[in-house]
């Protein structure tokens, strides 16, 4: 996905946004203003839903080993029954994308009423909403480190792939120290993103914490120009899924490649179509020289009614007969043989013996290969004249009367 929207909202109801556009083309800026003028801006161009981490809550739990995905989600609810106060018909309980039973795995918690005026908004604006995750999401990981951005307000910390939260600043520190004390893999230290003037400010509050601390300052004050400049896709944890899944629509790039499989598979099909009908060609073909050769092998052998490895008895016979005035077929046939194999692009459709001289009718490809025929005839002792030739549909057709001797 080269080109996406990402939106956060600045309502709750996400009547107004503050959205990025992310090309590889255009750089990155923060936009404000409605849904309503978002839709003119966007138009088909994915979307990426930014959810507040303060509306999510994530708990790692460690998941059944069941049959199937639907049996899975259904246990969900029971897995969190000791850590949730709220009703579990009130909340929505997502997995992350990669997940394996019998582990530890974060899911995210948030209420359905919250995904319901989500999801609802950008239908009704015709959005194309493809995926929806916590803003904390956004922040970049480092080996063995928890990454915190503090923006005017807030404070976002994500603790691992898909582990995180969002926190009112003045109350950052105590909840640090709980998520401290509470994970089992502690980290090695602290990478804190900061405006400027928040320095002196937050390393006086920082200093409480007995780990590596290490600040970086940005300079523009636009978290949302922060996150999509991080973002990193495919993301771990969608949103939408069970009862709020949003078909992805397809796109017009999207659109021109079902068209272009369509096609494709409507040649295939012709192909298959031709080669049925080409094998029936040939399988024609095919039973016409048997017939020919069942009648030749008839003449040869008089008075058989089964045909036992007709090629190697003609052979034989052909073979073992000498060329003399008595008996002209064989020795024709002996003659005409080799050539008709080795030239390449000629079709024998017709041969007659008459007063000792033997007539064919052939197909060849062109007048080159006809004559390449008549020279390998001559090269086997016999007199060749071409009595017709003529060009039809890219194809000679041609009369040769054969003779021996002068």
Known sequence: MQSYFLVYPLSEDWQEVAWCAVAPDIALKMTKGSLETLVQVAQATPILALVPGKWISI???????????????????????????????????????????????????????????????????????????????????????WTIHLDEHYAHVRQDE????????????PMLNLALAQTTTPPQGLHIYHAPEMA????????????????????????LVFWARNLVLP??????????????????????????????AALV?????????????IKQQYDEVHKKVLALYGQVFPGEENVSNARSRLEQALGNTKVSEDNPLFGYLTQ?????????????????????SMRLEVVVKDFATLSQLESALSAQGLTVKQDSASLEENQVIAQLHLSRGA
Request: neutral net charge.
């Open 59 to 145: 708990f790692s739990v460690e998941l059944p080993k069941v049959r199937s995905t639907a049996m899975l989600k259904k246990a969900l609810p029971f897995l969190l029954e000791e850590q949730l106060a709220e009703d579990f018909e009130t909340v929505h309980i997502a997995l992350p994308t990669r997940y394996r039973a019998g582990e530890m795995t974060p899911l995210a918690v948030i209420s359905k009423t919250r995904m319901q005026t989500l999801v609802a908004r950008f239908k009704a604006h015709a959005l194309n909403l493809l995926q929806a995750f916590p803003d904390w999401m956004c922040l970049p990981l480092f080996p063995n480190t």
């Open 162 to 173: 898909a582990i995180g939260f969002s926190i009112q600043k003045d109350i950052l520190i």
């Open 200 to 223: 002196a400010e937050m390393e006086e509050q920082l200093s409480t914490v007995s780990i590596p601390l290490a600040y970086e300052a940005l300079q523009s004050k636009d978290a």
């Open 235 to 264: 993301v771990p944890l969608n949103l939408l899924q069970g009862e709020f899944f949003i078909k992805p629509k397809l796109s017009a790039i999207g659109r021109m490649w079902r068209q272009a499989a369509g096609l494709a």
């Open 269 to 281: 099909l012709v192909q298959i179509l031709q080669s049925s009908l080409h094998y029936q060609q």
């Open 336 to 356: 005409i043989t080799t050539p008709l194999l080795n030239t390449e692009g000629v079709e024998l459709k017709q041969l007659a013996l008459h007063n000792k």
